[in-house]
């Protein structure tokens, strides 16, 4: 099982849609989550974390956090074309001694005009 | 302006070849790891260090070797490339203050190579 699950897609929606990313993570113990966004050739840049269950909100993004059911998910409200990227969910892993991430391999979504 | 930097973005090798991946960054962060990463596939952990002298291997095995001799800087070695070696290398850093977020990793933009 991996550590980071995520379904790879494409996910394609409307414009002006709400786009949902789901991600599962097997470690009962981890502690932080994190979204990045990653366009085609370049680097992944981070969206938003979440530390504690419930949601958290930024501009049109919104984090969820279901720690009892190991869940953690991104909405995108009022989708737009400049959205349509891979989505990476990651992890970090409850040994406090490290900071590194463990991540998916993404969800692609595509945003149609 | 803070930033993380890479070089070379592209390398096009030939078998054999010893070839170093530099990457430096300016945010002050004592922690820096690499990750590689195929064409949509996911990242994965070669190496990381959480400060000067301090190196540690990651979760996927690699033939490259890294050293922390300075914070800001944090290059990869391949002593003897292999096709096996094509791929993209990641740089990143994270550290600063625990309450707005010390594992937020900050990529580069990535050295792409390719070796025939």
């Known amino acids: 099982q991996k550590e980071v699950e995520q379904n790879s897609g494409p996910l394609s929606v409307p414009e002006g849609a709400i786009a949902s990313l789901n991600c599962t993570y097997s470690?009962?113990?981890?502690?932080?989550f994190f979204w990045y966004r990653q366009y085609s050739g370049k680097s992944p840049e981070l969206i938003m974390f979440?530390?504690?269950?419930g949601d958290k909100e930024d501009g049109r993004f919104t984090a969820q956090l279901n720690k009892a059911s190991q869940y953690v998910s991104l909405l995108i409200r009022d989708s737009q074309p400049s959205d349509s990227a891979t989505y990476l969910c990651a992890v970090r892993g409850p040994n406090t001694g490290r900071r590194a991430l463990t991540f998916g391999s993404g969800t692609r979504l595509q945003v149609q005009p | 302006e803070a930033d993380i930097y890479q070089t070379p973005r592209y390398l096009v090798i030939g078998t054999g070849k010893k070839i170093t991946l530099e990457c430096s960054q300016t945010m002050g962060h004592d922690k820096m790891y690499w990750y590689q990463q195929d064409p949509g596939m996911e990242l994965h952990l070669i190496h990381y260090s959480y400060g000067v002298n301090s190196t540690e291997k990651g979760d996927l095995s690699s033939e490259s070797t890294v050293s922390r001799i300075r914070t800001e800087h944090f290059p990869l070695t391949l002593e003897s490339a292999r096709p096996s070696h094509t791929s993209q290398y990641l740089c990143a850093s994270s550290g600063g203050d625990r309450a707005v977020g010390a594992n937020v990793l900050t990529f580069g933009a990535g050295s792409r190579l390719t070796v025939l």
């Open positions: 979440i530390y504690s269950n």
């Open positions: 470690d009962r113990g981890s502690q932080s």
